[in-house]
């Protein structure tokens, strides 16, 4: 279930396409039929607008006659924070690939607006975009990168910092990149759904990126486990925005010193890594209470998630360090779940298009929005949220235009 201010400008396109001539204006209807908005004179259109929701009783109502049931607003309340965890449903990861093509989208649309591209950044991007094209989880995303790697030294010639007119040509190649949407035409959407934190500024762009980079390493070869190591090292250190954690990363990179000849190797090294930063931030977030609380950090994979992982029974920590790790186990773990379990809503439901949106997606976004209701009204509520949630979809599209500095000021945010 969602709501939209039409009265704010940046809602007034979403709302022109709803034909919104009054306040308040409910609509009713599957969430995969909002895509094309409603219009007055449409016949068949399985939308229809609540004529009677003016107060929540006649709102509620109307809902008991559509769905036959007789709920009534002096229920006991239901707290969204009573749903119960399930961090140990491998399951979940599934619906990253819609973050890992926003992480993608943002990551381009950041290194054009702060015109990240130069002389000495210029081949670790090509680098990065050859492992996209190659290992990419979205086929959508291997379409796009390879559609800007093709075009490339059109779109970046060698002489472009030589000549006068640098930042025309910086302007020009920024307006033309942004043409070639990179993982579709929908893309960026301009929300989160597997790595949506419950602050604003916690997981989201940084959380996308990890999942991206782990499920990378989990696609190459052998042979490429090398290339892969310094094009995500060299990508972070040129490209990401947030200084002090491009030099975190930046550090660890250079602790490695010798070569990566195995993918398994690379894939564990990441997941090290990653878990580095988790052990650091949770002592940071910990004194200056900067976490997210609904997502604190921890060592990954929790043993609810991956029990064979742990070679101890229970870990004397939360430290890492204190964590006797089954690395054959892990390594499986993060094949698995960056491998299949992160593709497999895309098979389930043909999501392998190049493009578009799909009534899966609008699903799933229906399905993360809880609200507190009565017990008794929850079901029809909740069946009332599947008709609204796609909405959430549409307003929270118009803020991609705002600026991405305040979701990204951290890699930590995972």
Same mark, same amino acid.
């Given at each position: 279930m969602a709501r939209v201010d039409c009265a704010s400008k940046i809602n007034t396109k979403l709302c022109d396409k709803f034909s919104v001539? !009054?306040?308040?204006?409910?609509?009713?209807?599957?969430?995969?039929?909002? @895509?094309? #908005?409603? $219009?007055?004179?449409?016949?068949? @259109?399985?939308?229809?607008?609540?004529?009677?929701?003016?107060?929540?009783?006649?709102?509620?109502?109307?809902?008991?006659?559509?769905?036959?049931?007789?709920?009534?607003?002096? +229920? /006991?309340?239901? $707290?969204?924070? !009573?749903?119960p965890s399930n961090i140990s449903d491998p399951g979940q990861i599934a619906r990253a690939i819609y973050d890992v093509e926003e992480a993608t989208t943002t990551a381009f649309d950041i290194i054009l607006e702060h015109k990240m591209i130069k002389s000495e950044t210029r081949a670790s991007l090509i680098k990065f975009l050859q492992l996209l094209v190659a290992h990419h989880p979205s086929r959508r995303c291997r379409k796009g990168s390879a559609e800007v790697l093709v075009n490339f030294d059109d779109l970046c010639p060698l002489d472009m910092w030589s000549s006068d007119g640098h930042d025309a040509a910086t302007n020009t190649m920024k307006g033309v990149l942004h043409n070639f949407q990179i993982c579709g035409k929908e893309v960026p959407r301009g929300y989160w759904?597997? %790595?949506?934190? @419950?602050?604003? +500024?916690?997981? =989201?762009?940084? %959380? =996308?990126?990890?999942?991206?980079?782990?499920?990378?390493?989990?696609?190459?070869?052998? =042979?490429?486990?090398?290339?892969?190591?310094?094009? *995500?090292?060299?990508?972070?250190?040129?490209?990401?925005?947030?200084?002090? %954690?491009?030099?975190?990363?930046y550090e660890m990179c250079s602790s490695v010193t010798s070569p990566f000849k195995k993918a398994r190797d690379f894939a564990l090294w990441l997941w090290s890594a990653h878990n580095e930063v988790n052990e650091r931030l949770m002592k940071e977030e910990a004194s200056l209470k900067t976490g997210d609380p609904k997502f604190p950090k921890m060592i990954w994979p929790p043993k609810q998630l991956c029990p064979s992982c742990y070679r101890s029974q229970v870990p004397k920590d939360k430290?890492?360090?204190? *964590?006797?790790? +089954?690395? +054959? /186990?892990?390594?499986?773990?993060?094949?698995?779940?960056?491998?299949?379990e992160l593709v497999s809503l895309y098979k389930e439901k043909s999501l392998l298009a190049d493009d578009g949106t799909n009534g899966t997606l609008d699903d799933l976004v229906a399905s993360t929005n809880a609200v507190v209701v009565p017990v008794g009204a929850a079901l029809a509520i909740g069946l009332a949220s599947c008709?609204? #949630?796609?909405?959430? %979809?549409?307003?929270? @599209?118009?803020?991609?235009?705002r600026k991405y500095y305040h979701q990204l000021y951290s890699l930590k945010n995972t």
């Open positions: 001539g !009054h306040y308040p204006m409910l609509f009713w209807g599957p969430p995969t039929k909002f @895509s094309a #908005g409603w $219009e007055p004179k449409q016949a068949k @259109s399985k939308l229809r607008v609540i004529d009677d929701g003016r107060t929540a009783e006649r709102l509620l109502n109307w809902i008991n006659k559509q769905i036959g049931s007789s709920y009534g607003l002096d +229920d /006991e309340k239901f $707290e969204n924070e !009573h749903l759904m597997f %790595c949506r934190g @419950s602050k604003n +500024d916690t997981r =989201g762009f940084s %959380c =996308g990126l990890w999942v991206l980079m782990h499920s990378l390493s989990v696609r190459i070869e052998d =042979g490429e486990s090398q290339f892969a190591f310094t094009s *995500i090292c060299d990508f972070i250190h040129n490209f990401f925005i947030c200084e002090e %954690c491009r030099q975190h990363f430290g890492s360090s204190q *964590i006797d790790w +089954d690395r +054959d /186990e892990v390594f499986k773990f993060l094949v698995s779940y960056y491998g299949n008709a609204f #949630g796609a909405l959430a %979809c549409y307003w929270r @599209s118009q803020q991609k235009n």
